[in-house]
């Protein structure tokens, strides 16, 4: 493993903590899409199938474990504990335009047309668009808590580290991977909005705010 991909995984994990802890800390999910919680379930679980019949590594088994866990907990944490506090008027980004073609596009570019494979690259299309009802929500409100902006930014940062990753495995392992290489540029681009944001504003120690 080389270090862009260590720490963009270090930032995915991180992004799942900091979610968590704001969820637990705040004892609310406002301001959380949990459309978009849902669809990153979905794509850990139909992604990290193989962990019912192939071994890689221990390091591979437990991330990949805890991406389920963890995407299942915080489900559990919007629907049941703290409910209340979400409001799904504002959650309201029809996830059916990301499901149809993220599936359709997977049964004609993939690897191989085996059940596993159609699986897995479905989560590669889904995850570079599971991000939308989230920021179609803040889109919706124009503003979010610093706290849930941090959240945001380290999952962003998890995906734009892939990107030297790929460039780094290729001129030393001779390896591309049109689909992920494609799916991240998309999912990367759909954040440079939130990042202007967060860097002119945020770190500035300004509220999070969409230009009107």
């Given at each position: ?116 494979e159609i699986l ?83 770190l500035h ?8």
């Amino acid at each position: 493993m080389n270090i862009f991909r260590l720490f963009g995984d270090l930032a995915h994990l991180a992004s799942i903590f900091i979610l968590i802890q704001k969820i637990q800390k705040t004892r609310s999910c406002r301001g959380i899409s949990f459309k978009t919680q849902a669809l990153y379930a979905l794509v850990f679980m139909t992604r990290y199938i193989d962990l019912l019949f192939r071994w890689v590594s221990v390091y591979n088994f437990v991330m990949k474990l805890f991406f389920i866990s963890s995407s299942c907990y915080i489900l559990y944490l919007m629907k049941y504990r703290f409910r209340p506090t979400h409001d799904p008027s504002i959650d309201t980004f029809k996830v059916e335009y990301l499901l149809g073609p993220s599936f359709f596009l997977s049964l004609i570019f993939n690897y191989a047309f085996e059940p596993t494979e159609i699986l897995w690259t479905f989560s590669i299309y889904l995850e570079s668009v599971a991000i939308f009802p989230q920021l179609f929500m803040l889109q919706r409100t124009g503003e979010a808590e610093t706290i849930t902006t941090h959240y945001l930014a380290a999952l962003g940062l998890y995906r734009a580290l892939y990107l030297p990753n790929w460039i780094y495995r290729y001129f030393t392992e001779d390896v591309v991977d049109p689909i992920a290489v494609t799916a991240g540029l998309v999912q990367t681009g759909l954040y440079l909005d939130f990042f202007y944001v967060y860097f002119t504003k945020v770190l500035h120690g300004q509220k999070f705010e969409l230009p009107a």
